[in-house]
C-alpha cells in the first residue's frame, strides 16, 4: 500500500483513538455510488466529506451519508453564516487533504465539523481515508467522537439508493 502523508495522518488518528486499521484500497471512487460498489455497500454507508468557507474564510465540514446532499440553507444556519464554496487551497491547507480524499479525521489543523444523523442508522460506514483510493470502515458514533462533530440535519434526500 503507498503510504502517502495523508494516509499516514488517517492510520496515526485511528490508533490514537484506540480504532482498528481498517483501512482498504480501493478503484478510484469519484462518487459515493462508485465507492459503495468498490467496498460493496450500500451507498448512504459511504460518509462523504462536503467541505464549506465560512463568514471568516476557514473551513467547515459536513459528513453527510452518500445518498444525501448539504443543503445549503441548513448548513449555513449551523455555521453561524452563509457558506461559500471552499476552492482547492483552502481545503488541502485546513486539512491536509487533496479534493476526492478529504478524511473526517487527520486533519492538520481544527475544523468545525457536522454528521448526518443518516450515518448512525448503520452498524459500519465508510469513509475516505485521506486518498480518492483509500477508505477506513467503521462506526459513526466513532467518527463523531474523534472528529468532534456534531450531529445535526443539514441534508436533503437526492436518493440514489
Given at each position: 500500500m503507498n503510504m502517502s502523508k495523508s494516509l499516514k495522518r488517517v492510520r496515526a488518528a485511528l490508533q490514537a483513538a484506540g480504532l482498528p486499521d481498517t483501512i482498504q484500497e480501493t478503484p478510484l471512487a469519484r462518487t459515493a455510488k462508485d465507492a459503495a460498489d468498490a467496498i460493496g455497500c450500500g451507498v448512504d454507508q459511504i460518509a462523504k466529506s462536503i467541505v464549506f468557507a465560512d463568514t471568516d474564510g476557514k473551513a467547515v465540514l459536513f459528513l453527510t451519508a452518500g445518498g444525501n446532499q448539504v443543503d445549503t440553507i441548513k448548513a449555513s444556519v449551523l455555521a453561524g453564516g452563509a457558506l461559500?464554496?471552499?476552492?482547492?487551497?483552502?481545503?488541502?491547507?485546513?486539512?491536509?487533504?487533496?479534493?476526492?480524499?478529504?478524511?473526517p479525521i487527520g486533519h492538520l489543523n481544527p475544523i468545525r465539523a457536522w454528521i448526518d444523523p443518516r450515518l448512525f442508522d448503520f452498524a459500519q460506514i465508510w469513509a475516505a481515508a485521506?486518498?480518492?483510493?483509500?477508505?477506513?470502515?467503521?462506526?459513526?458514533?466513532?467518527?463523531?467522537?474523534?472528529?468532534?462533530?456534531?450531529?445535526?440535519?443539514?441534508?436533503?434526500?437526492t436518493n440514489l439508493m
Open positions: 461559500q464554496k471552499a476552492d482547492a487551497a483552502l481545503i488541502r491547507a485546513q486539512t491536509g487533504f487533496a479534493i476526492g480524499g478529504v478524511s485521506g486518498t480518492p483510493h483509500h477508505v477506513f470502515g467503521t462506526h459513526a458514533e466513532e467518527i463523531e467522537r474523534i472528529s468532534s462533530a456534531q450531529r445535526a440535519d443539514f441534508t436533503v434526500q
